[in-house]
Nanobody, 126 residues
Framework: QVQLVESGGGLVQAGGSLRLSCAAS????????VAWFRQAPGKEREFVAH????????YYADSVKGRFTISRNNAKNTVYLQMNSLNSEDTAVYYC???????????????????WGQGTQVTVSS
C-alpha cells in the first residue's frame, strides 16, 4: 500500500513558478513509478509527467515539456514537480499517482496507476 499527499499548490501570476510535492508512505516507495496528472474544470484528467522507478527516466506531456521538471528524493519518499513559465492553461487540480510498473509497461494514462493523492489546486492568473 502506498498513500500519497500533495502539497505546494496555490495562486500564481502568469509567468511565475510553483513547486509541487508528493509525499508518500510505504517502505517500497522507491520501487514505484510516480506520475503527475491534472484536471481542469469540465475536462478529463490528463497526464503531465512521470519518473520511472527502474532507471529514473522521465517523460513529459508535450504541453509542459521544457517548462516542468519532475524529480524524486527516495530518502524523503517525495516526488516533486517544478513548474516554470506558468500560464492560464496550467490551471487545474494536480494529482500525483503511483504504479509498480516501469520501463516498457508505462503508458501516459490513468489506467495503470493504482494509488492517488487527493490533489492540490494550482491557479494561474493572467
Amino acid at each position: 500500500q502506498v498513500q500519497l499527499v500533495e502539497s505546494g499548490g496555490g495562486l500564481v501570476q502568469a509567468g511565475g513558478s510553483l513547486r509541487l510535492s508528493c509525499a508518500a508512505s510505504g517502505r517500497t516507495f522507491n520501487r514505484y513509478t510516480v506520475a503527475w496528472f491534472r484536471q481542469a474544470p469540465g475536462k478529463e484528467r490528463e497526464f503531465v509527467a512521470h519518473i520511472d522507478w527502474s532507471d529514473g527516466s522521465t517523460y513529459y506531456a508535450d504541453s509542459v515539456k521544457g517548462r516542468f521538471t519532475i524529480s524524486r528524493n527516495n530518502a524523503k519518499n517525495t516526488v516533486y514537480l517544478q513548474m516554470n513559465s506558468l500560464n492560464s492553461e496550467d490551471t487545474a487540480v494536480y494529482y500525483c499517482a503511483a504504479t509498480p510498473y516501469g520501463r516498457d509497461r508505462l503508458v501516459p494514462t490513468t489506467t495503470i496507476y493504482d494509488y492517488w493523492g487527493q490533489g492540490t489546486q494550482v491557479t494561474v492568473s493572467s
